[in-house]
Nanobody, 125 residues
């Protein structure tokens, strides 16, 4: 059974950095799109960034472009989300997810069928 585990969430000040990691057990990321979503307090879950694992093609939400980057570690089947210049509006629970969405669906939660439990990121002002 595929399980995703996120780590790296923490409390950080505005302008700070964090690195989140997503690892998989019971399977690999090969052939999947692996994405990060986040859910701010009292809001819906939203797409942050994703990568087609095999090709490396990435996509980012407009709100994080230029601040967040993705990196793949094939040896450990880990996807990392490097977050820079953090803002209070980045505060959320961050989730890792895998699926095989078509390009037009890759930002939609319904396109993903494996989800982690989430890791809390809090950015203080």
């Amino acid at each position: 059974q595929v399980q995703l585990v996120e780590s790296g969430g923490s409390l950080v000040q505005t302008g700070g950095s964090l690195r989140l990691s997503c690892t998989v057990s019971g399977g690999t990321f090969s052939g999947y799109t692996v994405s990060w979503f986040r859910q701010p307090p009292d809001k819906e879950r939203e797409f942050v960034a994703g990568v087609r694992w095999s090709s490396g093609a990435t996509s980012f939400a407009e709100s994080v472009k230029g601040r967040f980057t993705l990196s793949r570690d094939f040896a450990t089947n880990t996807l990392s989300l490097q977050m820079e210049s953090l803002k209070p509006e980045d505060t959320a629970i961050y989730y890792c997810a895998t699926g095989r969405p078509i390009t037009s669906e890759r930002s939609r939660t319904r396109a993903y069928y494996h989800w982690g439990q989430g890791t809390q990121v809090t950015v203080s002002s």
